[in-house]
């Protein structure tokens, strides 16, 4: 056993029963198919006793977490993306799984799977927002193995709901904003600063692939990250040239938010840090500390205007 385990103290699950619980919480059913979430790296028989959360699997990350006694990092991001053939120290990767073992630290991924999830990463932003009338913007059927499949639930890629009232987009901006930890780029946006607004479409992540499924909601606003030039240029003219035709020229559909990646990504923790905890406490009878990371993830360090 090693010293650091035998630092950690009180009772424990095992990691298998953890990763059993989170793939009820964030079935794997609602993973994309070119998305491979779950287990990374670990034993099922490790003890947990502490979890770390966060949205980017990064050495400082990594890092964290082994200075806090974690015996799992969850993380919303992927380690890989693409098949590799080797976890060798000789790149970043590499090392981080060798650090995670030698530290008898385990890696769950929950990612397009959280994202779709019932309390998952576009829920937990819509309700950020306080949306109403809240359904998928592309349901999907609930997994058998949802924890939550028995309480009438949608899932599905993204968010449409009602803002409590109309807004200003200008003042939506702002809180848009002030829900989002604060990285150097900001959020952007495009649209008449006092048109009122009504209704959002919402998709944590990379969304200007989804502007056809955006327009057929008729959303006043879409909230999403990673806007490309092309795609974004072209999404917003086709708005202000559809509002110009329907004789509402100031109200273009849909006006468009563009935040930073893993920072709207990161409010999926504000309900998975209780509902991890609770379901493991249910199930097993121990409820294992779970914590949040500090560190934002975001990139971008700079800005110059």
């Not at 103290?9 to 009820?24: A, F, I, K, N």
């Not at 008898?104 to 932003?125: I, K, M, S």
Request: hydrophobic residues 40%; contains cysteine; negative net charge.
């Amino acid at each position: 056993m090693s010293d650091r385990q035998d630092e950690v103290q009180g009772p424990s699950v095992l990691l298998g029963q953890v990763v059993d619980l989170l793939e009820g919480l964030y079935p794997l059913d609602y993973a994309e198919d070119w998305d491979h979430p779950g287990l990374v790296a670990g034993d099922p028989s490790w003890p947990v006793r502490r979890i770390w959360c966060a949205v980017d699997p990064r050495p400082d990350v990594v890092q964290e977490a082994l200075d806090h006694k974690a015996d799992l990092l969850i993380t919303h991001h992927p380690l890989f993306f693409r098949s590799v053939h080797q976890v060798s120290g000789l790149d970043f990767r590499g090392d981080m799984i060798t650090r995670l073992v030698e530290g008898h630290c385990g890696l769950w991924v929950g990612h397009t799977n959280a994202d779709a999830a019932y309390r998952g990463v576009a829920q937990a932003a819509a309700d950020a927002l306080d949306l109403q009338e809240v359904r998928p913007l592309a349901p999907q059927p609930v997994s058998r193995r949802d924890l939550h499949a028995d309480q009438g639930i949608q899932v599905g890629l993204g968010r449409w709901g009602r803002l409590p009232k109309p807004t200003p987009f200008e003042d939506l901006v702002h809180t848009v904003a002030g829900l989002l930890p604060r990285t150097a780029l900001g959020v952007q946006a495009v649209g008449p600063y006092d048109t009122m607004v009504s209704t959002v479409a919402l998709l944590p992540g990379s969304g200007d692939s989804e502007f056809d499924l955006v327009r057929s909601t008729g959303a006043d606003v879409y909230i999403t990250s990673d806007l490309r030039h092309h795609p974004a240029t072209d999404a917003y003219q086709q708005a202000l040239y559809e509002a110009r035709m329907a004789g509402r020229p100031n109200q273009p559909r849909p006006m468009l938010i563009n935040t930073p990646h893993s920072a709207i990504e990161s409010l999926w923790f504000h309900y998975a840090k209780g509902d991890i905890a609770r379901a493991l406490e249910t199930a097993t009878g121990v409820r294992p500390q779970v914590e949040v990371s500090s560190i934002v993830t975001d990139p971008w360090t700079m800005v110059v205007r």
